[in-house]
T-cell receptor, first 111, second 110 residues
Framework: GAGVSQSPSNKVTEKGKDVELRCDPI?????LYWYRQSLGQGLEFLIY????????KSGLPSDRFSAERTGGSVSTLTIQRTQQEDSAVYLC?????????FGPGTRLTVL | RKEVEQDPGPFNVPEGATVAFNCTYSNSASQSFFWYRQDCRKEPKLLMS???SGNEDGRFTAQLNRASQYISLLIRDSKLSDSATYLC???????????FGTGTRLKVLA
């Protein structure tokens, strides 16, 4: 079956611009996570959704970051006024039981 | 101190060797433990869950030591295809928040 998909796969933007990253989880998975992975670093938790609600937003680095999920399916992560330190791979995962299934990620480069 | 710590490596081992990685965690309320594998420029994938009594999956054996708060991964008869970064993952009791270690890089050499 189809796995988790993310778009775009690569995004290059200029400092100060807004970007929107999309995640399509595996159908039927109610739990969805966003992570950020910088070069040579581990995965940094950003936000967790259960259905459409986000009980844990504790990992969002600043108020420039926001995320939403509609219809218990697609999620978007928005970064406003991007900064160079936002450059990273943004990974989305959906979960069934205790296993997380990751998408291929969006590689964001802020110039 | 990070909540989950791993030796970053790299561990360079010849084909056929046995190699072991440890991972320590600081939160004693941690309940669930996993090893994920991440290939270069790819997404992480679940390798195996770690159970209290220890568990084995083919050439891979995972162990949990709650008293000392560490988990381990043993790989026997290493293959070239085992070359990857191995991520230790810990989930806190009562939450669905997963804490990832920074990973241990393994290179299996021909």
């Amino acid at each position: 079956g189809a796995g988790v998909s993310q778009s775009p796969s690569n995004k290059v933007t200029e400092k100060g611009k807004d970007v929107e990253l999309r995640c399509d989880p595996i159908s039927g998975h109610t739990a969805l996570y966003w992570y950020r992975q910088s070069l040579g670093q581990g995965l940094e938790f950003l936000i967790y959704f259960q259905g459409n609600s986000a009980p844990d937003k504790s990992g969002l680095p600043s108020d420039r970051f926001s995320a939403e999920r509609t219809g218990g399916s697609v999620s978007t992560l928005t970064i406003q006024r991007t900064q160079q330190e936002d450059s990273a791979v943004y990974l989305c995962a959906s979960r069934e039981n205790n296993e997380q299934f990751f998408g291929p990620g969006t590689r964001l480069t802020v110039l | 101190r990070k909540e989950v710590e791993q030796d970053p490596g790299p561990f360079n081992v010849p084909e056929g060797a046995t190699v072991a990685f440890n991972c320590t965690y600081s939160n004693s309320a941690s309940q669930s433990f996993f090893w994920y594998r991440q290939d270069c420029r790819k997404e992480p994938k679940l390798l195996m869950s770690v159970y209290s009594s220890g568990n084995e999956d083919g050439r891979f054996t995972a162990q949990l030591n709650r008293a000392s708060q560490y988990i381990s991964l043993l790989i026997r008869d290493s293959k070239l295809s085992d070359s990857a970064t191995y991520l230790c993952v810990v989930a806190r009791t009562g939450t669905y928040k997963y804490i990832f270690g920074t990973g241990t890089r393994l290179k299996v050499l021909a």
